[in-house]
């Protein structure tokens, strides 16, 4: 079975302070929408699983928003996502998952908050992404931006085939702050002279452990508190994408700016915009609304 860690990495870079880091939520902060969907979204244009059942995911995910993100509901819609890769070869869907953030989420990254973090880079500081997406996505986007690991969910694996099933808590709210402690204590880090970037009041905990707060793309809720707190505040978010925050993360598919592969990437957008029209006739009323939105143009991303 898996070890129940929640570390990803890649190549550390150690510079001039040791005891500094950067530690970034990676949905609506670093990358625009929910990373677990796009993820979920490539796979099905591989034939994991159906279309309708990317709505279904979909429903799950408005459900969600729409009744707070709890440790309970955050597990259950976790493990439904997960559910898809039950019996697959880690290795396997750690390769796809490469392809897929190179052909769905490359040109979703916020130009603005990745040029944060490599502020960090450049001051020889240890720049981390922590979210609840699972760790083995996590670490690929850590790696393909150059920065130096991950914290993410674990999803079950035994004999290096996955369960379906999560070890442990999602890394998410207090999790997630936990998760950083236990990091700092590993990695010699001073949480003081530590920053922190996110766009949700969910994850207050891990904003208030640090030294330094920031809240990026913030939904209404942490921009009352960052003002209140005296943080500060960076949104990369323009005219209608701004309009944008009360819908659901897991339909906001607006596209940053950058590219995705071209060639079998144009392909597979074909093939997949006529099974998306097929899913979004099923879907129940309202979600088809929102998957046709979510079907819209890219959108760019303010430097």
């Known amino acids: ?17 040791p005891s500094a880091a950067a530690f970034f939520d990676v949905d609506n902060t670093m990358m625009v929408g929910a990373s677990i969907f796009h993820f979920a979204r490539g796979l099905t244009a591989r034939g994991f699983f159906s279309w309708r059942d990317l709505a279904a995911f979909t429903v799950r995910q408005m459900r969600l928003r729409l009744r707070g993100e709890s440790p309970d509901h955050m597990h259950s819609t ?5 559910a898809f890769v039950a019996g ?4 396997e869907i750690v390769a796809l998952g ?9 040109g979703r990254i916020w130009r603005g908050t990745l040029a944060l973090a490599q502020l960090h880079l450049d001051a020889g500081q240890r720049v981390w992404l922590v979210t609840a997406t699972p760790v083995e996505l996590a670490t690929i986007i850590a790696d393909r ?16 085939v996955y369960t379906g099933h999560l070890v442990g808590d999602v890394l998410h709210g207090e999790a997630k702050a936990a998760a950083v402690r236990d990091l700092a204590a ?34 209404s809720a942490l921009r009352v508190e960052a003002k209140q707190r005296g943080w500060e505040i960076r949104d990369f978010r323009t005219g ?20 995705v592969a071209a060639g079998l990437a144009a392909r597979r957008a074909r093939s997949a915009r006529a099974a998306d029209a097929g899913a979004v006739q099923a879907a129940p009323t309202g979600v088809g609304r929102l998957l046709r939105l979510a079907g819209r143009g890219p959108v760019r991303a303010a430097a």
């Not at 490469?98 to 490359?106: G, N, P, R, T």
């Not at 209608?240 to 596209?255: D, F, Y």
Request: hydrophobic letters at 40%; glycine letters at 12%.
């Open 98 to 106: 490469q392809e897929v953030y190179d052909e769905e989420m490359a």
């Open 78 to 82: 976790r493990e439904s996502a997960l």
């Open 186 to 219: 590993r990695e010699g880090l001073d949480l003081a002279h530590c920053s922190a970037y996110s766009d949700s009041i969910n994850d207050l905990p891990l904003l208030s452990l640090v030294g330094r707060a920031v809240a990026v793309n913030p939904d």
């Open 145 to 160: 931006l150059g920065l130096t690991g991950a914290l993410g969910t674990v999803a079950e694996s035994v004999d290096g």
């Open 88 to 91: 697959k070869k880690v290795e």
């Open 1 to 17: 079975m898996s070890s129940p860690d929640q570390l990803g990495t890649v190549a550390p870079r150690r510079g001039d302070d």
């Open 240 to 259: 209608r994408k701004a309009a944008r925050v009360g819908i659901p993360t897991a339909v906001v598919l607006g596209a940053a700016a950058g590219g």
